[in-house]
Nanobody
């Protein structure tokens, strides 16, 4: 699986961005998809995950109520709508697949593509 995240940019605090992650291959629908982020000097952290059909989601407390994940299996794409952005949301955002639900740590995910930079100014 190859992954390409896009949609990042520079936004003022309170603003919104819609991130996309396009995956190659025919097996996209077999994977749970997660979004992670990594700020400079920090470890990669879990943001949100969505189940194979999109029926279940799990959010980190830091983004709950502000971010929304969705997926379109016909387009092999997972989305992250980010609203009410804060300066502490500044990071490179990555998507990644995993085979099982309930896995929310980076080592449990299988592939990592290029991320997309989100910068939130105060």
């Amino acid at each position: 699986v190859q992954l390409q995240a896009s949609g990042g940019g520079l936004v003022q605090a309170g603003g919104s961005l819609r991130l996309s992650c396009a995956a190659s291959g025919r097996t996209f629908r077999r994977y749970v998809m997660g979004w992670f982020r990594q700020a400079p000097g920090m470890e990669r952290e879990f943001v949100v995950a969505i189940s194979w059909s999109g029926g279940s989601t799990y959010y980190a407390d830091s983004v709950k109520g502000r971010f929304t994940i969705s997926r379109d299996n016909a387009k092999n794409t997972v989305y992250l709508q980010t609203n009410s952005l804060k300066p502490e949301d500044t990071a490179v955002y990555y998507c990644a697949p995993t085979s099982s639900w309930g896995q929310f740590a980076p080592p449990e995910y299988d592939y990592w593509g290029q991320g997309t930079q989100v910068t939130v100014s105060s």
